[in-house]
């Protein structure tokens, strides 16, 4: 059975399907980019394959963009009560959606401001949502799609990381990705909190010369 789901895989498998995928998984329809990314990178790897492991994380991020302008340009046009009505409808429920996981979204953004699409994307149950709040904000797209594309970008080397590592296992890569989602998001926001710190110190600073 793996045996075929393989050769699928490698039969199926291409740039346009990464894409495609992708663009499915960062939209508001719930897919795991833990079996797309891990097995494209797993087939890359191999001698014969006709895909490259850093094009496969480029059209995965690319992918992982226009979902999330999906959900941006639907928070932005319908605005948040529909959003939160339509995620607490039988047809949200169905979606894995809930008001629940749209506020907690929500709340990150507003906790967090315009960086939070960027730790957004590297953080499980964030990672598609946090689009969502930045439309109803009507944040920049400009630094939406900056911080998203970053954001998705790193989440899909560390999985095109794990797939050529664990050669495809997709036991090995669920176990993982998680924690090393979670890793990566602590050490980013830790470099935010230092440059802000850093930031605040220098106010002072200027604000104490200016009163002398």
């Given at each position: 059975?793996?045996q075929?789901?393989?050769?699928?895989?490698e039969?199926n498998?291409?740039?346009?399907?990464i894409?495609?995928?992708?663009?499915?998984?960062?939209s508001?329809i719930?897919?795991p980019s833990e079996?797309?990314?891990p097995p494209?990178?797993?087939i890359a790897s191999?001698?014969e394959?006709?895909?490259?492991?850093?094009l496969?994380?480029l059209?995965?991020?690319?992918?992982a963009?226009?979902g999330?302008?999906?959900n941006y340009?639907?928070?932005?046009?319908l605005?948040?009560?529909?959003i939160h009505?339509?995620?607490?409808?039988?047809?949200?429920h169905?979606?894995?959606?809930?008001?629940?996981?749209i506020?907690?979204?929500?709340n990150?953004?507003?906790?967090?401001?315009?960086?939070?699409?960027?730790v957004?994307?590297l953080?499980?149950?964030i990672?598609?949502?946090?689009?969502?709040p930045a439309?109803?904000a009507?944040?920049n797209?400009?630094?939406f799609s900056?911080y998203?594309?970053?954001?998705?970008?790193?989440w899909?080397?560390?999985l095109a990381?794990l797939?050529?590592?664990a050669?495809g296992?997709?036991?090995?890569?669920?176990k993982?990705s998680?924690?090393?989602?979670?890793?990566?998001a602590?050490?980013?926001?830790l470099i935010?909190a230092y440059?802000i710190?850093?930031k605040?110190?220098?106010?002072?600073?200027k604000?104490k010369?200016?009163e002398?």
């Amino acid at each position: 059975m793996l045996q075929k789901v393989e050769r699928w895989y490698e039969n199926n498998m291409n740039y346009a399907t990464i894409t495609a995928l992708m663009t499915v998984e960062s939209s508001f329809i719930p897919f795991p980019s833990e079996i797309v990314i891990p097995p494209a990178a797993y087939i890359a790897s191999k001698p014969e394959s006709n895909l490259n492991i850093f094009l496969v994380v480029l059209f995965g991020t690319i992918g992982a963009l226009l979902g999330a302008f999906i959900n941006y340009g639907l928070a932005l046009w319908l605005g948040r009560p529909i959003i939160h009505k339509f995620a607490d409808s039988k047809v949200g429920h169905l979606l894995l959606l809930s008001s629940e996981k749209i506020t907690k979204a929500e709340n990150y953004f507003n906790n967090h401001g315009k960086v939070s699409t960027f730790v957004g994307r590297l953080i499980p149950g964030i990672r598609q949502l946090i689009s969502i709040p930045a439309g109803i904000a009507k944040m920049n797209l400009v630094s939406f799609s900056i911080y998203t594309a970053l954001g998705a970008g790193i989440w899909n080397g560390v999985l095109a990381l794990l797939g050529y590592a664990a050669h495809g296992q997709a036991d090995l890569i669920n176990k993982y990705s998680h924690e090393i989602g979670y890793i990566i998001a602590g050490v980013v926001i830790l470099i935010i909190a230092y440059f802000i710190i850093k930031k605040i110190v220098q106010k002072k600073k200027k604000s104490k010369l200016s009163e002398e």
